[in-house]
């Protein structure tokens, strides 16, 4: 078990596990596990770091959309963001890329969840490792995370 499977579970917080073979060669993650579990693109979620040079920030969104830098900014009421960079968003969140799970990082950090989740009774978020994904009810996501919803995406 992962770490975000290990809080979700002592928390008595409903989810389902689903997981599949990570193919080695792919580098879309989230588009690998809606294919390889026969899910929309639209309710698989994919973890994301952000930066503004100082605070880091994640931002969950459907696996088939790009981020709005200035929208998640505004979201998070900073001037400017960038994307994190892959070795610093394993280092802060204690998972690998393509198995960054939102729930049960290292630390605790800001987070926004794209408001098409909450048309879902579940989304799939990454399970905490390449080849798993959780079910969860996107309330208790936001719950878990104390994130909030809204639009980040073009």
Known sequence: MTPAINLLKKQKIPHSVHEYEHDSARQDFGLEAAEALGLSVDE????????????YFVAILPVNHKLNLKKVA?????KKLQMADPK????????????????AQKK??????????TTFDKIYISGGRRGCDIGIAPDDLAGVLSATFCDVID
């Open 108 to 117: 605790r950090l800001k987070t926004i969840i794209h408001a098409s989740a």
């Open 88 to 103: 610093d968003a394993e280092r802060i969140t204690g998972y690998i890329v393509g198995g960054i799970s939102p729930i």
């Open 44 to 55: 698989v979620f994919k973890t994301l770091l952000v930066t503004d040079g100082a605070t």
């Open 74 to 78: 505004a979201a998070f009421k900073v």
